[in-house]
């Protein structure tokens, strides 16, 4: 079973080991390894252990919030209120359609650099309510579980023994081990996208 930090840098070192003497399979690289493949999970992972809600405050004449730490990816914005959606659009259309010399209820939003970029310019203060995937909590000693784990270790182990083979340049092993993690992590995707009943974020180009 592998629900927590330390039992999962047990079963990469049992693994390693079975497969490897190398003493460069140490305990203390074991963290490297993971801190990887969580940023690799990150990249490709989206379901909904990862989700996370809550409330922005948008401020009159300002055109920019900055988005929540650890956040990766909008799933949903609402104005609430007047309860209303907020659509994803490209910094192209903003420019196009002339939103950033129009005033209103925000519509539509991108992102630009480590902001929420919303058009038209807010005319008062709003608030909004953003549904959005967040950064897989990094396991250590004080943070030993999260969702992901919980509920996808073997997708996890996989990834870190993907991370760990190409450390060691063992490109065979880390092709096995990329195909596992990959079918997995399309796995994951797929019966989430099946499952929610949500329809996400909107996206806008004209």
Not at 125 to 148: A, E, F, G, R
């Amino acid at each position: 079973m592998i629900s927590t930090y330390s039992e999962l840098k047990d079963a990469i070192y049992k693994w390693l080991v079975k497969d490897s003497s190398d003493p460069f399979f140490t305990s203390d690289m074991m963290d490297n390894i993971i801190y990887l493949a969580e940023n690799e999970l990150n990249r490709r992972l989206r379901v909904r252990q990862m989700r996370d809600v809550t409330t922005l405050a948008v401020t009159a004449a300002d055109n920019t919030t900055v988005i929540p730490t650890g956040f990766i990816e909008a799933y949903s914005l609402y104005l609430n209120s007047p309860v209303q959606e907020v659509q994803s659009a490209s910094a192209g259309f903003f420019t196009r359609n002339g939103m950033y010399l129009q005033t209103g209820n925000p519509l539509y939003f991108f992102i630009n650099n480590d902001n929420f970029v919303w058009g038209p310019v807010p005319d008062s203060d709003y608030t909004v309510t953003l549904d959005y995937y967040k950064k897989i909590p990094n396991l250590s000693s004080m943070q030993t579980t999260n969702d992901v784990l919980s509920d996808f270790p073997d997708m996890y182990l996989f990834c870190c023994l993907k991370q760990a083979y190409i450390a060691a340049q063992d490109m065979e092993r880390e092709a096995t081990f990329e195909q596992r993690t990959a079918q997995l992590i399309y796995e994951g995707n797929s019966k989430d996208r099946k499952t929610t009943s949500a329809k996400g974020s909107r996206v806008v180009e004209r």
